[in-house]
Structures are given as C-alpha cells and as structure tokens.
C-alpha cells in the first residue's frame, strides 16, 4: 500500500508537532518553513501539563521535563515587590497532574524536529495552498525553493496541514473574508540572559497597564518576558532595552539585574494579537488550520501552544494510520473541528478577559484589582492555578504512540533551501 502523505506549512511549534505526530501514525510528512532557519527565537516558553501529556503521546514528555528546570514556589507580585499570591508546583501537580515546565524555545523545536526523518523539513521554503482538496481531490501545495532549488514547485497531499501562525494565508484562502486576527492592545518583550548571582523566586508582577514575568530556564539562564498597553505598531526610537529601563527599571529584584545583564540587542519585541471570531472550521476539504493560524490568543494564559500541541495530537489522532488517496479524510477533519474549535475558542476568551485586566492601569482601577486578587486569593486553590482550571486537566483522546513507523526515530531536521 502507499503511504499517505501529508504536507505541513510552517514549522512552528504547532507544525513540527502535527508533522511529527503525523509521521509516527505512519504518514509521509513533509515540512515547509518560509524562513531561513527553525525558530531563532531566544525566549522561554511554558508548558502546563495539558501539552505534557499531548507531547508524551508523541513520546517526548519526559524530554521535555528533563530540559526544564524546577520552579519552586512563585506568583503574582506588585512592582514594589508585595507578593499577592503564591503557589508551588506540588500545588499545580496536585491539581492537575503535573506541575508546569518552561523550556527553551529553542530546545523545544529541536527535539521535535529530531522526531522527523531527514530532509523532511525544508526551510526557506514559503508555501501557499492552492487547492485545498476535498474527497477524491488531493490537496495542492505551491511553494517557492526548498531542496536547493529555485522556482516554484507544486506538492500534492492527502492532507495539508496549515500551520503558519498568526497572520495565517492559509486561513485566507480556506474563508476568505474572515476577519483577521485583533491587535489585544498590548505590546510583548522577551528576553533569555544568565541567573543573576541574588537568589529570586518566579514571578508576574502586575503594574500600571504592565506585566513582568521572569522564570528559571534548566541550564541557568532565565526568561524574562514583559508586556505594556500601547498603540499597535509603536517602537522605542532609543531601541527596547532602554524602553524596558524606563517601564520597569524600578520594579522590584530581579528585574533591574536582568535589565543590566540584557544586550541592547537581545530583547525580542512583537504586538500581540488575538483571534477576532472563531473561523467556519478548523477544515476545508483536506486541509487543517492548527495552532495560532486557527486561535491566535494572547499570551495571559501561556496556552497558545500548549494548544497548538493538543491541535497537532488530536488532528493525528483523527487523520489516523491514513489510507493511501485519504478516504474519509474530510469526515475525520469534520471531527478535528468538533473537538478543538469549541475548546480553543474558550481558551482564547479565558486569555483574552486576563489580558484586558492587565491593561488597567489608572490607581482606582488597579488598587480594586489588587483587592479583588487578595480576596479571591484566600478564598480558594491559588490564582494561578484557578485560571487554569478545565485546561491543564486535558487528557488526549488516545495512548502513546509505541514507536515510529518501521521502527524509524530521528534523524531529524532541517534541510537546507
Ligand atoms: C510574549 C508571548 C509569550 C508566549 N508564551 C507562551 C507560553 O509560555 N506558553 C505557550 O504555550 N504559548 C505561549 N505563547 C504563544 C505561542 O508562542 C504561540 O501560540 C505558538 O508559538 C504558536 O505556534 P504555531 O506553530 O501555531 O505558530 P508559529 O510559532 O507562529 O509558527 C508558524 C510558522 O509558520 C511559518 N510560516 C508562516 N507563513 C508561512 C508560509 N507562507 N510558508 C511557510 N511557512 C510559513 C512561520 O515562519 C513560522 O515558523 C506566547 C506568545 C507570546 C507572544
């Protein structure tokens, strides 16, 4: 029998996922990137126990702990430095089965694309898709470059997997006239630098229109990430370093050190945007939206992808072994829409309220924030986790895969364009 073949566009956590859980269901996958190389990215990225367990059905949950470092107790903070609430990960563990990990972005995307067989993935390469199929139609792919080449290159799938994230083409060709994606009203940065010497707890500090979080990372470095409501599109004309001084220079220990130990260079900055309304589907025909490209949301959550992870189990779940010319497919991809749009959606308005709270930012406003946090507080399990509730519990709908097809693991990654 032939083996069915699936191409996925773009090679973002959610794509190398789906591709990766794709080829261990027996599929022949292959992987388009625009850019030039996978995820350079230098920030953190964190993990609740949701996509752990997506992630162990692909067989690297484990990995990913490993290369996580342990929290410890943290929570949420005033600049000034007053803890408003706490937790420990025993407590997360306690309630959801797991604590959550943060991992390098980097590490993340490499240990996925290790899942792949080589060659698999080709970057600098964009794509568009053509054709979505439908049944008795395979899908068409059009893309530029890849394995070296220049010219434009037409692929053919069983299935397409449109994974391109937030500003999606693919989402524009499957519904044209959706509404694109909402600038949230805040801006977000990101930085990795080395542990400062002074011992600091995790935290997310709530400020004026503003946040900072900073987290551990296994290998003694630290991901700080910040966010502030500002009109789209807005740059420091003195670069983002110096902006991040003037926000938050005052803020309590250990955001001055870490603003000291950044290179000016080193901070990462994009305007977060969210999901206007909720696509037709997450399919057309034999193609599948996955990831921010279906439900961009905003970062309050730290779920965009542990999603677009749940996305790309629960789509190799539905597309299954794969009979060679995908019979059925566009029935098994009616059945990804029905169990991943109803709950990102959700997920996408749970970020979205916690992000328009962080946008208050005049004294009256804030001090009934902070009350209302104190209170809810005491009341019951720990803010952070509360939020959290009907999320981080997520079981996948199947086992762990026993081992790749035709015993093949690895070999993994990129090739060249
Ligand atoms: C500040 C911030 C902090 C966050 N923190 C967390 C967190 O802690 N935990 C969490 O789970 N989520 C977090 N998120 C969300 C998370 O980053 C995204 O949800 C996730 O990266 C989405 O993955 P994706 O693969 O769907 O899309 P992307 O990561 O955007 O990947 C899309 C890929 O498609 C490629 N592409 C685009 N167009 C084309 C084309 N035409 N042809 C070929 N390739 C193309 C792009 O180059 C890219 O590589 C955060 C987001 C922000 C902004």
Same mark, same amino acid.
């Given at each position: 029998?032939?083996?069915?073949?699936?191409?996925?566009?773009?090679?973002?956590?959610?794509?190398?996922?789906?591709?990766?859980?794709?080829?261990?269901?027996?599929?022949?996958?292959?992987?388009?990137?625009?850019?030039?190389?996978?995820?350079?990215?230098?920030?953190?990225?964190?993990?609740?126990?949701?996509?752990?367990?997506?992630?162990?059905?692909?067989?690297?949950?484990?990995?990913?702990?490993?290369?996580?470092?342990?929290?410890?107790?943290?929570?949420?903070?005033?600049?000034?430095?007053?803890?408003?609430?706490?937790?420990?990960?025993?407590?997360?563990?306690?309630?959801?089965?797991?604590?959550?990990?943060?991992?390098?972005?980097?590490?993340?995307?490499?240990?996925?694309?290790?899942?792949?067989?080589?060659?698999?993935?080709?970057?600098?390469?964009?794509?568009?898709?053509?054709?979505?199929?439908?049944?008795?139609?395979?899908?068409?792919?059009?893309?530029?470059?890849?394995?070296?080449?220049?010219?434009?290159?037409?692929?053919?799938?069983?299935?397409?997997?449109?994974?391109?994230?937030?500003?999606?083409?693919?989402?524009?060709?499957?519904?044209?006239?959706?509404?694109?994606?909402?600038?949230?009203?805040?801006?977000?940065?990101?930085?990795?630098?080395?542990?400062?010497?002074?011992?600091?707890?995790?935290?997310?500090?709530?400020?004026?229109?503003?946040?900072?979080?900073?987290?551990?990372?296994?290998?003694?470095?630290?991901?700080?990430?910040?966010?502030?409501?500002?009109?789209?599109?807005?740059?420091?004309?003195?670069?983002?370093?110096?902006?991040?001084?003037?926000?938050?220079?005052?803020?309590?220990? *250990?955001?001055?050190?870490?603003?000291?130990?950044?290179?000016?260079?080193?901070?990462?900055?994009?305007?977060?945007?969210?999901?206007?309304?909720?696509?037709?589907?997450?399919?057309?025909?034999?193609?599948?939206?996955?990831?921010?490209?279906?439900?961009?949301?905003?970062?309050?959550?730290?779920?965009?992808? @542990?999603?677009?992870?749940?996305?790309?189990?629960?789509?190799?779940?539905?597309?299954? *072994?794969?009979?060679?010319?995908?019979?059925?497919?566009?029935?098994?991809?009616?059945?990804?829409?029905?169990?991943?749009?109803?709950?990102?959606?959700?997920?996408?308005?749970?970020?979205?309220?916690?992000?328009?709270?962080?946008?208050?930012?005049? *004294?009256?406003?804030?001090?009934?924030?902070?009350?209302?946090?104190?209170?809810?507080?005491?009341?019951?399990?720990?803010?952070?986790?509360?939020?959290?509730?009907?999320?981080?519990?997520?079981? *996948?709908? @199947?086992?762990?895969?026993?081992?790749?097809?035709?015993?093949?693991?690895?070999?993994?990654?990129?090739?060249?364009?």
């Amino acid at each position: 029998m032939n083996q069915p073949r699936a191409v996925v566009i773009g090679a973002g956590i959610g794509g190398l996922t789906a591709a990766a859980a794709l080829h261990l269901r027996g599929w022949a996958v292959t992987v388009l990137e625009r850019a030039a190389a996978l995820e350079p990215v230098g920030a953190g990225i964190a993990l609740a126990p949701n996509a752990q367990r997506a992630l162990d059905v692909i067989g690297v949950g484990d990995a990913v702990r490993a290369m996580s470092a342990w929290q410890g107790e943290g929570g949420l903070r005033t600049p000034s430095g007053r803890w408003l609430s706490r937790t420990t990960p025993d407590a997360a563990a306690e309630r959801f089965g797991g604590p959550v990990v943060v991992a390098h972005r980097a590490d993340l995307v490499g240990l996925l694309a290790a899942l792949l067989p080589a060659g698999a993935v080709r970057t600098g390469t964009p794509a568009e898709v053509a054709d979505p199929g439908e049944d008795g139609r395979p899908a068409t792919v059009r893309a530029t470059g890849g394995d070296g080449r220049s010219g434009v290159r037409e692929y053919t799938a069983d299935l397409v997997v449109a994974a391109d994230g937030i500003h999606s083409a693919a989402r524009q060709v499957l519904f044209p006239g959706h509404p694109a994606p909402r600038y949230a009203g805040f801006t977000a940065w990101r930085f990795v630098v080395p542990a400062p010497e002074r011992p600091f707890s995790p935290h997310e500090t709530w400020g004026p229109g503003s946040v900072w979080g900073t987290v551990p990372l296994h290998d003694g470095r630290v991901y700080a990430y910040a966010t502030a409501t500002v009109p789209a599109g807005e740059r420091s004309p003195d670069g983002e370093r110096a902006e991040l001084l003037r926000r938050f220079g005052d803020w309590h220990h *250990p955001v001055p050190d870490l603003l000291a130990a950044v290179r000016p260079d080193g901070v990462l900055r994009g305007d977060v945007y969210r999901a206007a309304t909720a696509p037709p589907a997450y399919h057309q025909g034999r193609t599948a939206l996955l990831g921010d490209a279906a439900h961009a949301m905003t970062p309050n959550l730290g779920q965009g992808g @542990c999603q677009a992870i749940e996305d790309a189990v629960v789509l190799a779940h539905h597309a299954g *072994p794969g009979a060679a010319g995908g019979a059925g497919l566009e029935r098994r991809l009616a059945a990804y829409t029905r169990d991943r749009l109803p709950r990102t959606m959700e997920v996408v308005r749970r970020s979205g309220r916690i992000g328009r709270l962080t946008t208050w930012s005049s *004294p009256p406003a804030r001090a009934l924030r902070t009350a209302a946090f104190t209170a809810l507080d005491r009341l019951g399990p720990r803010l952070a986790l509360r939020s959290l509730d009907g999320i981080a519990d997520w079981e *996948p709908p @199947c086992a762990a895969y026993a081992a790749g097809p035709r015993g093949t693991r690895g070999g993994g990654g990129a090739a060249a364009p």
